[in-house]
């Protein structure tokens, strides 16, 4: 109302109660002073992105509307670095601070009906460590032991429970399966249908922007992985054996997904880890030194071998690993949306 035209509105100032915790009128002057420091300070870079890559808004130069948008963004920044720091203070409940690489699950709530009762009090309960594992229920004071119920070794952490405990490896097991099958009908589906297209080679080009133009973010909507060639093949190692080509290499090692095609002579080389989300990272680098190797080898016998590592985290989180492969294969908008959730 401050900032409307209408001097009758202009004139009304009006009593917002928000209790004693927080007050709108205060808040939202920390955020007037906050852009206005922004706009003595200039453009600033912050990532890798080179200058002139991102456009700011300077809020002494806004209009109104623009303005009452730029305040509300920065009252939603300052909530969130509040809960950060709040969360960061509580390390068993908020220890998804910690987690990195990880994707973010958005709960809209089509989602929320669509998902199982149980699948979203699991959801909800491992990421803040409130599922009744031995630890906990001695925590809470229902029991005197806090020995794993399985192997009757260790502490039935919740960690223990997903990702360690020795006696329950044919679960973990049959959980990798299950992720690894939907990630194989997902592919198998992209390669079929780059199976059916006809090969295309386009010569890369090179963009140029005008003298004082601003550079111009291009996308591009190429999949370069499957360019050049219409008979890829794909295994997995899955209810079956998994055999290497022979006619790439012959080895040993068995990935979880290899794909390849003989024309374009290239193959990839997919391994699927379900780690506890904290060692999502750790997992990464174990599974790629693994292969490095294979590629090796597969380089030398004049194929491209692209090893691909990708993490699923034992609560359900996607690694940026899944993301990357998914877009790279041509997944993308809507599609790669429903395969996230």
Known sequence: MRD??????????????????WSASKTTQEAECSLRIKDIMGVTQSNRAGLGS???????????????????EEVRV????????????????????????????????????????LA?????????????????????????????????????????????????????TWRHNQVLEIIIELLRTQYESANQQPVTVKQPTIQFDKEGE?????????????????????????????????????TEKRPDIAAWSDTKKSVLLIELTVPWEENVEDAHERKK???ESLRADSIEKNWKCFVIPIEVGCRGFLGHSVISLLTKLGITGQKLKAASN
Not at 4 to 21: F, L, Q, V, Y
Not at 94 to 110: G, M
Not at 121 to 135: E, G, M, Q, V
Not at 216 to 227: D, G, M
Request: net charge positive; glycine share 2%.
């Open 120 to 172: 979203i009090s699991f959801l909800l309960r491992s990421t803040y460590d409130l599922l009744p594992n031995a630890t906990n229920l001695k925590l809470w004071g229902y029991t005197d032991s806090d020995l794993c119920f399985s192997c009757k070794q260790d502490r039935g952490t919740l960690r223990h429970v997903l990702s360690a405990c020795p006696k329950l490896l044919q679960l973990y």
């Open 214 to 250: 601003c550079p111009v973010r291009r996308k591009n909507s190429e999949v370069k992985q499957l360019n050049g060639a219409n008979d890829w093949k794909i295994s997995a190692d899955l209810f079956t054996f998994l055999q290497f080509p022979a006619h790439i290499i012959q």
């Open 289 to 291: 030194n693994r292969y």
């Open 4 to 21: 409307s035209a209408d001097k009758i509105i202009k004139k009304i100032h009006p009593e917002i109660r928000s209790g004693t915790k």
């Open 54 to 72: 991102t456009t700011n808004k300077i809020f002494s130069k806004e209009g109104p509307k623009e303005k009452r948008d730029m305040v509300l």
């Open 78 to 117: 300052f909530e969130e670095e509040q809960r950060t720091a709040v969360a960061v203070a509580q390390a068993k409940q908020c220890a998804w601070t910690k987690w990195n690489d990880i994707e973010p699950i958005k709960l809209s709530w089509k989602s929320l009906i669509a998902m199982e009762p």
